[in-house]
């Protein structure tokens, strides 16, 4: 049986328990998929799972707290489920994961950037092994998935669900590059050149928070500090400044949080390099406190906690 | 009037233009394609996709400043200077359905009784020189809303690709004004070429989808929250989707403290937002994302055209769908509130 059929399988002997169990179908055309929520056997029919199926679907469980809901999730996914454990968002007792053993999903960016005309004028999609046919416009093109690979996928090193009820598919040695091209190039700029990229690209924010509401960890939502009028912490002028001032306000309430899903970055409809700050930030905490968020449960986030001394930080030894 | 304008020529005329006017036009953009304020030697992209932002901030800014309160010392009178906007704008390059946008503002921020100083201004000091589209994208459906991929309305200049250059049609007599440049020349039998270019990009998009059962349709569903929950399922609630729309209009305003002075400031509201209709109380009529949605979409296919003469208050552009971080289609939604079974 194929690892859908598996999966379904899976799914169909808890549903009847469950309120929804969150997956993916097919979305508005045929390069994008979208979340599914599974109620009934007939939905089940729609249910897909490969390299479109982007969404962390982690993102959704705080909406359902207090019912019990089954979610499908990549080992990306699985490690926002552990941190949302962790800091008791959410219950696990609540929650039936769908583990999936992941082949790494595509950026629709670098789709777009591969195909000979733009991705909005698709016709349709062969899912191969190991690309993609993709026409487009009348022409048709093949994209191998190694070269479209999300920048995530490049460096993960969990691609199975570290935590689920039901794993699915057959488990990978995972073999991940040490670092990322464009990282690393960013990191080398210099204070001035870096603070001119952002001043530039800051400058096409439009403020939506699709970043925000589309991560896992952006459990205040309707209560965002960003939004709140009373008091008024950011000016609602669209500016560099004050969007980089959000940007900086979500980044450090990240820190050590992060699961490095890539999902604000996906989200955003401008394309704003996000992940630029996500994993500088994540370096930063991995490097003080030797701690990876959701990568184990019941860890506790360094900054959700206190240590009279901690090991790292040398605060009285100078 | 009917010309026909080069490609080159078409830059020099953006040239022509951001000498006297502020000309936005789509630029390539880090992967994304935006309207930019126009400089001589930026590179225009006006054929690879849609831009993924909408030109209205061109007669809606995204931050527009209403009055600036000064005041030099505590003790003395603050002096509060309003801020027209000022200047001429030049939107060039947009699709059809971005600049039919405006048309659904037209009828809130201009009535008997109000009239919206800056929104008008602004209108009146613009030009949208539009770009007929050749080929739909998934996503458009403006043959649904009353429109087409060479609908005139809302533009000054239509532009259709032919050849090495555009057939370019006056639509009203500022757009007139601008094609008495000497950068157009005469159409000759280009536009015969146009129709068909046109025709043909309106075959492409198929048979519309009859919105005309929506409006009554959605408000059967108004109290329908299990309907509203399931739509809203995938929704994240960010605003996305209100941020990119061409017609999309409400605002919010915010007085920036700045110390001994102070501004008053108009920005974008979005009704996916939870303070959106927060109120002073604490109370929230639209407490959670169904009931935002359900507004977002109720607005644009039912109160608005109830309103308006029938108008939908969406021009089709399907921006609210390619940029959903979740894929939430708004088609699919009014389809399943027309087609629910009692």
Redesign the interface.
């Known amino acids: 049986m194929s690892q859908l059929d598996d999966l379904k399988t899976a799914i169909k002997s808890r549903l009847g328990e469950l309120e929804?169990v969150i997956g993916w179908e097919q979305?508005?055309?045929p390069l994008?998929?979208?979340?599914?929520?599974i109620r009934s056997e007939a939905d089940l029919d729609r249910l897909i799972i490969g390299p479109l199926a982007v969404?962390n679907l982690a993102?959704?469980l705080t909406g359902w707290k207090g019912k019990k809901v089954g979610v499908v999730v990549k080992g990306c996914d699985s490690r926002s489920v552990i941190e949302l454990m962790n800091e008791k968002l959410v219950s696990r007792d609540d929650v039936v994961i769908f583990g999936l053993c992941c082949d790494g999903v595509v950026s629709q960016?670098k789709i777009?950037?591969a195909l000979p005309?733009?991705p909005?004028?698709?016709e349709s999609v062969e899912i191969g092994a190991d690309s993609l046919k993709v026409t487009v416009?009348g022409q048709a093109a093949t994209l191998r998935l190694a070269d479209v690979q999300a920048d995530k996928c490049l460096v993960c090193d969990t691609p199975d669900a570290i935590v689920s009820d039901f794993l699915i598919g057959k488990a990978h040695t995972p073999a991940p590059a040490p670092s990322l091209k464009c990282q690393d190039e960013f990191e080398a700029k210099s204070d001035a050149e870096k603070f001119a990229f952002w001043q530039e690209?800051m400058g096409?924010c439009?403020?939506?928070?699709?970043c925000?509401?589309?991560c896992p960890m952006c459990v205040c939502?309707?209560?965002c500090i960003a939004?709140?009028?009373d008091p008024?912490w950011v000016?609602?002028?669209?500016?560099p400044s004050e969007n980089m001032m959000f940007q900086m306000i979500h980044v450090s309430h990240l820190a050590g949080r992060c699961t490095e899903c890539g999902?604000c970055e996906?989200?955003c409809?401008?394309?704003i390099?996000l992940m630029l700050l996500r994993r500088y930030m994540n370096k930063q905490v991995r490097d003080v406190f030797k701690h990876e968020a959701g990568k184990a449960l019941d860890q506790t986030p360094p900054l959700l906690t206190f240590k009279v001394e901690e090991e790292r930080i040398n605060e009285r030894g100078w | 009037m009917e010309k026909f304008i080069t490609k080159d020529n078409l830059y020099r005329l953006a040239e022509e233009l951001a000498a006297t006017c502020r000309v936005l036009a789509p630029v390539a953009d880090c992967g994304t394609v935006t309207f930019r304020r126009f400089q001589p030697g930026m590179v225009l992209d006006l054929h690879s996709r849609m831009a993924a932002v909408s030109p209205k901030a061109a007669t809606f800014p995204q931050t527009e400043t209403l009055l600036v309160v000064k005041r030099e010392i505590p003790e003395k009178k603050p002096e509060i200077i309003e801020t027209l906007p000022e200047g001429k704008n030049v939107v060039l390059g947009c699709r059809p359905c971005g600049a039919r946008g405006k048309l659904i503002f037209d009828p809130v921020y201009e009535t008997d009784k109000i009239k919206d100083p800056y929104y008008l201004q602004r209108r009146r000091n613009t030009v949208f020189i539009s770009l007929a589209c050749d080929r739909p994208e998934t996503t458009c459906f403006c043959h649904s809303v009353g429109s087409g991929p060479a609908d005139p309305s809302g533009s000054d200049v239509l532009l259709t690709l032919v050849g090495e250059g555009y057939v370019a049609r006056s639509v009203t007599p500022e757009g007139e004004e601008i094609m008495k440049l000497a950068l157009f020349s005469d159409a000759g039998d280009k536009g015969k070429e146009a129709d068909a270019k046109n025709a043909k990009a309106r075959e492409m998009m198929g048979e519309a989808h009859d919105y005309a059962s929506a409006p009554a349709k959605l408000l059967a569903r108004f109290d329908d929250m299990d309907f509203w929950l399931a739509q809203s399922a995938k929704c994240i609630s960010c605003g996305a989707c209100t941020y990119m729309c061409p017609t999309c209009y409400c605002f919010n305003i915010t007085d920036d403290d700045l110390g001994l002075s102070s501004q008053r400031i108009r920005t974008w509201d979005n009704c996916m937002s939870h303070t959106f209709t927060l109120e002073g109380s604490g109370h929230n009529p639209r407490s959670t994302k169904a009931h935002r949605l359900k507004n977002r979409v109720g607005h644009k296919f039912s109160y608005y055209p109830d309103l308006h003469k029938g108008v939908i208050a969406c021009c089709g552009c399907g921006r609210c769908i390619k940029q959903c971080p979740t894929g939430v289609d708004i088609r699919q939604i009014v389809k399943a509130a027309q087609e629910y079974a009692e």
């Open positions: 929804c979305g508005y055309d994008h998929a979208t979340p599914l929520f969404h993102t959704y960016r777009r950037a005309a733009d909005g004028f698709v416009a690209t096409r439009i403020r939506c928070y699709a925000r509401n589309a939502r309707d209560y939004t709140s009028r008024l000016s609602q002028e669209n500016l999902e996906r989200a409809p401008v394309d390099p």
